[in-house]
Each structure stands twice: as structure tokens, then as C-alpha cells.
């Protein structure tokens, strides 16, 4: 039964403000074009007191629900019955302390954490989200469920479609811009996978439009229910520290489904009397990829309470398509253009006294390499929290005494050619993966040691080394 009573859907746009059943599968107000919230009724919802009862969700784990960090949290995202939720376990993540990662980027010890997503079931953030979104999906009866992709979002997809058995899945993919660990994922699933000549934007536009004359569900971060999901990682963050807030939190931004959840997750808290104080929120690009840092920080594009103005915004997204400028990035889970949730993010970014930037990519890969000798590997998307974080601290932007918690949205082995390539000896590999991104250097690459195959010189080699 769908909780219409606590639960609704709200255009985001405060001139407009209207509201929808939660039953209606939208990817947009009907009446302004705009996106949408899922918003409650909080009074009738009866959320908690404090934050600190979540704790004892940890002694009831032999329950499906509790045992989820989404949804042990069910209580801040009630659009659903416990007997309604889809769930594989998702959110059994880790936040750890990083020390030699806080050195390289310039914090104090103790100071740096990284919340390390990659422990989920598809080994990224999205199963988060997508766990919210088969659940919305199973309240409304959908047979079918369809994204566009990079990567993650299709794993995760195909992952819930063929553990849960309730839909079938279709993923839309561009032209050689899927890396292989992920590209695998959704082929082992079983997903049905649809590669169009053109990249993430164009795979976005088709999608939208298949999914609307075929009545197809659409999980892209355009759901509003997968941002509801993806709140979670925030309470978790929380949760980690002990209910206190950090000073910063920072966030790769692609299709800014997460920062953008990350704000509404701490406007509800604020909301409720459950925080105090929101951290600062820092969003960061891959610099070819940097559609936020460009209108924020360049042509001055803000919230300012929903009346945002579009004219900066057409004027971009125009030079682009004239220009035939496409996204291009190492980091292929940011590599996008057009973020669908951009005005969500604007508002978070107003919300948490944000900031945006741009990393390049051979800052991205050094990051990401300091990060895997620390012991958290992740792929290259990951590695942009930390590289923005550098780049923050060299700026004073972020003090050397803040707490600051970076975000690791997706695991090492969803892009190894990457991580090889960047250690590697093959100049010629090396040059052909990294080297047209503009990577002209492994700067902490720990590179494989060749010796012949005799004992002494084998521990020659490793007495050298080691």
C-alpha cells in the first residue's frame, strides 16, 4: 500500500510547488518541466527523536531492514511499508580514518575520513539509490526498468533486477565510454544492454524518451526515489563520527544525484531539530568534465532561493553543442555534460555553504594512488573527492584542523585498466590509457620489478626494494 498519507512528490521550483501522488512514476513536474522531491508529512510520519536510536537497529541485523544501511534508516525516508522494501543487503559500508591520505592532502591527522562506497553489493554508491527505487518501482507494479550509464548505475541495476527477479532491466550505454569492470557486470546480470554512437548525454536524452513512450520505469538519479536512498550515505557518515557533524563533506560531481542527496539529507535533519548545523558541502569535477565549476564558478550561476537564473545556463549548454564539445575524462563515472540534477545541486550547494572545483586527471590518478597505499582502493571518480580536497587545503579554503570526510563513490576494480596502466613499466600502455587524458606522469606508481628466474637474483630484488 502506497503511503500516500506521509508521502508525496513536490516540484523543487518554489513558483511552482506543485505536488503529485507518490504513486505517479515522474522524472519531472508535469506542470513546469522541473524536478521533483520526495517530501513528507512529518508530523504524520513521526520520525525520531534523536539520532542516537538508530544505534540499536545494530542488534536486530538478523532483519532484512536493519541489516540494510539504507533502510536502517527507514524512518527518514517512511515513502514505504517494511513489508514493501526490495533490498540485497546494500549500505554495509565503512568510513575509515586516513592518515597518510590527510598528509598528502594536507590535513591534520586525524582529521581526514573517507567513506569508502565501494563495499556495496555492485560495488558502488548507486545500489544505494536503486534499492529506493525498486522499492518505489515495486509499490507501482513496474515490469520493466531502464537507465542510461556510465557504468555503475547499469551494474547496480542489473545486479537488483537479477538477484530480486521483479523486472527486467534495459541499460543504455554510449560508444566506448564504459569501462570493462562495469560493462561486465551488467552482461553477467543478464541485463538487456544498449550501446548508441554518441556518450552519457546522448544515452540520457534516449532513455528518457524510451522510457516515456514505452512506459518504462526509469532509475536514473532523475528518480527522485533514488536520491531518497542515497541520503542514507550521509546518516551513515553521521552515525560513523558519533552524531557529530563534520566540517566538510566532499563529493565527485557527475550527474549530481549525490550532492545533491546529501543537501536534502541535511535540510531534513536541520528540519527535524536532529543536526544543528549543516556541514560545508564541496562539489568537484573532473576538468573535462566541469559543467557545475564553469557555471558556478565562472558565470555565477546560483540557487538564490529556486530563482535561478537559466541564461548562463542555455548560453553554455549551447557553446557546447556548437562546439561539439564532449565530456572527456579518465574518470569515466563524472564524464558528463548536462547533469540532470543541477538545479538540485544548486540548491544543496546554498543549502551547505558549498563550493565547487575542477581537478584535472592526472591529479585525480595521484590521488587515487595515495588513497590505494593507504589501503582504500577505489576508482578514479572516487579519487576527485580527495584531489578537490588537496586543492581546497592549498587554497585555505579548508583548514588543516577541519574534519573533512571524502567521499569514495565506486571500488578499485571497477576501472583496473586505469590502475595498471598508472603503475605500469608499458610506456606504450601507459601513453595509449592515460596519456591523451593528459596523464603525463605516474607520480607514486609502484611499479613491478623484473628479475630473471634465479633465486638470487630474487632476493637480490626483493632485499633492493623492500
Known amino acids: 500500500m502506497?503511503?500516500?498519507?506521509?508521502?508525496?512528490?513536490?516540484?523543487?521550483?518554489?513558483?511552482?510547488?506543485?505536488?503529485?501522488?507518490?504513486?505517479?512514476?515522474?522524472?519531472?513536474?508535469p506542470r513546469c518541466g522541473d524536478l521533483l522531491d520526495v517530501a513528507y508529512d512529518w508530523n504524520r510520519a513521526r520520525p525520531p527523536?534523536?539520532?542516537?536510536?538508530?544505534?540499536?537497529?545494530?542488534?536486530?541485523?538478523?532483519?532484512?531492514?536493519?541489516?540494510?544501511?539504507?533502510?536502517?534508516?527507514?524512518e527518514l525516508l517512511p515513502f514505504a511499508k517494511p513489508s514493501e522494501v526490495v533490498t540485497v543487503g546494500e549500505g554495509q559500508t565503512l568510513l575509515q580514518q586516513a592518515d597518510l591520505v590527510a598528509a598528502y592532502v594536507g590535513l591534520q591527522p586525524g582529521r581526514l575520513f573517507l567513506q569508502y562506497e565501494g563495499m556495496n553489493p555492485s560495488g558502488s554508491f548507486k545500489d544505494n539509490g536503486m534499492t529506493a527505487a525498486f522499492t518505489h518501482a515495486r509499490q507501482i507494479g513496474a515490469t520493466r526498468a531502464a537507465c542510461a550509464s556510465t557504468g555503475n548505475t547499469s551494474a547496480s541495476l542489473a545486479m537488483y533486477c537479477s538477484v530480486t527477479r521483479l523486472m527486467k532491466g534495459v541499460i543504455f550505454i554510449g560508444s566506448?565510454?564504459?569501462?570493462?569492470?562495469?560493462?561486465?557486470?551488467?552482461?553477467?546480470?543478464?541485463?538487456?544492454?544498449?550501446?548508441?554512437?554518441?556518450?552519457?548525454?546522448?544515452?540520457?536524452?534516449?532513455?528518457?524518451?524510451?522510457?516515456?513512450?514505452?512506459?518504462?520505469?526509469?532509475?536514473?538519479?532523475?528518480?527522485?526515489?533514488?536520491?531518497?536512498?542515497?541520503?542514507?550515505?550521509?546518516?551513515?557518515?553521521?552515525?560513523?563520527?558519533?552524531?557529530?557533524?563534520?566540517?566538510?563533506?566532499?563529493?565527485?560531481?557527475?550527474?549530481?544525484?549525490?550532492?545533491?542527496?546529501?543537501?536534502?539529507?541535511?535540510?531534513?535533519?536541520?528540519?527535524?531539530?536532529?543536526?544543528?548545523?549543516?556541514?560545508?558541502?564541496?562539489?568537484?569535477?573532473?576538468?573535462?568534465?566541469?559543467?557545475?565549476?564553469?557555471?558556478?564558478?565562472?558565470?555565477?550561476?546560483?540557487?538564490?532561493?529556486?530563482?535561478?537564473?537559466?541564461?548562463?545556463?542555455?548560453?553554455?549548454?549551447?557553446?557546447?553543442?556548437?562546439?561539439?564539445?564532449?565530456?572527456?575524462?579518465?574518470?569515466?563515472?563524472?564524464?558528463?555534460?548536462?547533469?540532470?540534477?543541477?538545479?538540485?545541486?544548486?540548491?544543496?550547494?546554498?543549502?551547505?555553504?558549498?563550493?565547487?572545483?575542477?581537478v584535472t586527471d592526472q591529479e585525480i590518478l595521484d590521488a587515487k594512488a595515495k588513497v590505494g597505499a593507504g589501503g582504500m582502493g577505489c576508482e578514479p571518480a572516487s579519487a576527485a573527492s580527495v584531489a578537490g580536497a588537496r586543492l581546497l587545503c592549498d587554497q585555505g579554503v579548508i583548514a588543516r584542523g577541519d574534519r573533512v570526510v571524502c567521499i569514495l563513490t565506486g571500488h578499485q576494480l571497477k576501472d583496473p585498466t586505469a590502475t595498471v596502466a598508472y603503475h605500469t613499466t608499458d610506456q606504450e600502455q601507459f601513453n595509449k590509457t592515460l596519456g591523451n587524458r593528459g596523464v603525463r606522469r605516474a607520480s607514486f606508481a609502484n611499479r613491478a620489478v623484473a628479475v630473471s628466474n634465479n633465486l638470487d637474483e630474487i632476493v637480490k630484488a626483493i632485499r633492493l626494494y623492500s
Not at 2 to 29: H, M, N, W
Not at 50 to 55: A, K, M
Not at 59 to 68: E, V
Open 176 to 358: 566506448g565510454k564504459i569501462s570493462y569492470g562495469k560493462l561486465s557486470q551488467a552482461l553477467d546480470f543478464g541485463a538487456l544492454t544498449v550501446q548508441i554512437a554518441g556518450d552519457f548525454d546522448d544515452a540520457m536524452a534516449r532513455v528518457k524518451e524510451v522510457s516515456r513512450d514505452l512506459g518504462i520505469y526509469l532509475v536514473n538519479s532523475v528518480n527522485p526515489f533514488r536520491l531518497e536512498g542515497q541520503k542514507t550515505i550521509m546518516y551513515r557518515v553521521l552515525e560513523a563520527l558519533r552524531w557529530e557533524v563534520p566540517d566538510w563533506i566532499v563529493v565527485p560531481g557527475g550527474n549530481l544525484g549525490n550532492s545533491s542527496a546529501f543537501g536534502k539529507a541535511f535540510a531534513e535533519l536541520v528540519e527535524l531539530g536532529l543536526i544543528r548545523t549543516a556541514p560545508r558541502l564541496a562539489v568537484i569535477n573532473a576538468a573535462g568534465a566541469d559543467t557545475l565549476s564553469e557555471l558556478v564558478q565562472r558565470r555565477g550561476v546560483r540557487w538564490n532561493g529556486g530563482a535561478v537564473d537559466e541564461t548562463p545556463i542555455a548560453a553554455y549548454y549551447q557553446s557546447l553543442d556548437q562546439e561539439q564539445r564532449k565530456a572527456s575524462t579518465i574518470a569515466s563515472a563524472i564524464e558528463i555534460n548536462r547533469p540532470v540534477n543541477l538545479r538540485k545541486c544548486l540548491r544543496a550547494l546554498e543549502f551547505c555553504n558549498g563550493v565547487v572545483r575542477h
Open 2 to 29: 502506497i503511503r500516500s498519507d506521509i508521502a508525496f512528490q513536490k516540484c523543487i521550483s518554489p513558483a511552482c510547488g506543485a505536488t503529485y501522488e507518490v504513486g505517479e512514476a515522474l522524472v519531472a513536474c
Open 49 to 74: 527523536s534523536s539520532l542516537e536510536g538508530f544505534q540499536q537497529m545494530w542488534s536486530q541485523r538478523h532483519d532484512p531492514l536493519r541489516l540494510s544501511g539504507v533502510w536502517r534508516f527507514l
